[in-house]
């Protein structure tokens, strides 16, 4: 997966007018720093010789930005460094930056303080320099102030490490477009050029005969592969072997269409199956189970990020799913929201082992689908769009709390979760709508809305929060200054 392929570079600012002497200290404390980040964070963190001179920064900004390992730029100010010096390597910079306020030392030594103390520790005001000129460049970056070593900034910069690995991730995002969009939907078209320049993405459209080719080639022994796969993971309630098998067949035939074109997201449509003798369903589940994007219905933008996002999660605890918001529970006191889709919700958050089950389907005129049927984890978790508005892309976040399903469905025979939006259904829901959030999104048991938000202040998209705290009012405000703002090219 993503992490174990990225590193991130920290860089500490100095000059000469200390002597040179206290260099070696400075490149002691980010190597002991750096050592401990790298514990603690899901990405290692390496120290690079302080840098004293604007030839020296931009040399580093430069390396950084030809290394295919360094995912960020990490920057600290040990001591007062010179801003103008900074100029030309932050101007080169074109990866993410995380400015750290931080000092090695956690409490002042008032028994021994002394101006040699004081001339190698000056963080206080050297970092206040250099966020001015970042600031004054108009640089977007990530700053966070603390100790280095309380959990708590440790936790502020793996919120911001997983982001930038999303964002690496990004720029490889490959999404393969089986077929366009669902006829007339406006929420799951949106500009391919725009997102490509912005987000990175490269989306391409190959027709469904060319996957009914693929399928059509996979032999016995490939599907009997696949389907002992099927058995070890999964509860095979089906007598309906046939339609098992089938899926097993198009997991194979789109893996293999995968690697050959290099595609790691995909979408499909039920408009548009042709000669597929099933809408693929359990295929598509299992593929999402093993780190593929998936949207249905041609939606393209929220394939790539159920990508991103589990690229993102990786390690951390729950599943990252693609999902639809289904239908409502309106009890007063105690409104939620049933989100699932027809057949293609992945297991990484079931709370059960999942059952494969072939049951007919109403829409798609095929034959009847195997699918994965479970009910959900229980927990904290968010709800992403992507959404395009025309002028600038939006990234809403809504924060949710998945609650057990303790009532089953016999008649609706799919993988479901269940959840309670904050700060309450109407309002989430009205938030929602006002900002343009579609039906389709990625839920999140790993990720949280700090992460999404240090994602989207990366790619240069705008960022919509729905929490604890949203009142509408407020809300609407926020997304009438926000439109004023991109139309102004603020």
Not at 166 to 189: C, F, P, Q, W, Y
Not at 199 to 210: A, K, P, R, T
Not at 421 to 434: R, V
């Amino acid at each position: 997966m993503a992490f174990k392929d990225y590193e991130f570079w920290f860089v500490v600012g100095t000059q000469f007018l200390y002597g040179e002497d206290i260099f070696e200290t400075i490149n002691a404390h980010a190597a002991e720093m750096c050592a401990l980040w790298s514990e603690k964070l899901p990405c290692k963190i390496v120290a690079k010789p302080c840098v004293k001179t604007s030839g020296e920064i931009l040399g580093i900004m430069q390396s950084a930005n030809e290394s295919k390992q360094c995912a960020g730029v990490i920057t600290w100010m040990h001591t007062f460094s010179p801003s103008k010096a900074w100029i030309a390597g932050l101007k080169a910079l074109q990866k993410p930056y995380l400015h750290v306020n931080t000092q090695y030392n956690r409490d002042i030594p008032w028994a021994d303080i002394d101006m040699d103390f004081m001339n190698l520790n000056q963080s206080a005001h050297g970092d206040r320099e250099h966020g001015y000129i970042a600031s004054r460049m108009r640089l977007k970056r990530k700053v966070i102030a603390g100790f280095w070593k309380d959990e708590q900034f440790q936790s502020k910069m793996a919120a911001w490490v997983r982001a930038a690995v999303g964002a690496a991730e990004s720029k490889k995002t490959h999404v393969l477009r089986i077929s366009d969009n669902m006829r007339n939907v406006a929420v799951t078209d949106g500009d391919k050029v725009e997102a490509q320049i912005k987000l990175g993405w490269q989306i391409d459209h190959y027709g469904v005969g060319d996957i009914i080719n693929e399928v059509n080639s996979i032999s016995e022994a490939q599907t009997d592969e696949q389907m002992a796969e099927y058995e070890k993971l999964y509860i095979m309630d089906t007598d309906n072997i046939e339609a098992v098998r089938y899926q097993a067949k198009i997991e194979v035939a789109l893996k293999k269409f995968f690697e050959k074109y290099n595609f790691n997201a995909f979408h499909t449509n039920f408009e548009d199956l042709q000669g597929l003798r099933q809408l693929p369903g359990l295929a598509a589940q299992d593929l999402m189970r093993l780190g593929y994007g998936f949207g249905a219905e041609g939606d393209w933008k929220v394939a790539a990020m159920t990508r991103i996002m589990k690229q993102m999660a990786e390690g951390l605890d729950g599943g990252t799913v693609f999902m639809e918001d289904y239908t409502y529970h309106l009890e007063p006191g105690n409104e939620m929201l049933l989100g699932s889709h027809m057949l293609e919700v992945c297991p990484t958050c079931a709370a059960e082992t999942p059952k494969i089950q072939v049951h007919p389907l109403g829409i798609g005129g095929r034959e009847d689908p195997a699918r994965l049927v479970f009910k959900a984890q229980t927990g904290n978790a968010v709800v992403v769009t992507l959404v395009d508005m025309g002028d600038r892309l939006r990234l809403i976040c809504n924060d949710v709390e998945c609650k057990e399903q303790i009532n089953d469905m016999p008649k609706l025979p799919v993988a479901g979760v269940l959840w309670k939006p904050l700060p309450c259904l109407q309002t989430s829901a009205e938030a929602w709508i006002y900002a343009g959030g579609a039906h389709h999104s990625v839920l999140s048991y790993s990720l949280n809305a700090e992460i999404m938000r240090n994602f989207a202040e990366i790619m240069g998209i705008e960022f919509i929060h729905i929490g604890k705290d949203t009142e509408i009012e407020q809300f609407k405000k926020e997304l009438f200054y926000n439109d004023v703002a991109y139309k102004l090219g603020i």
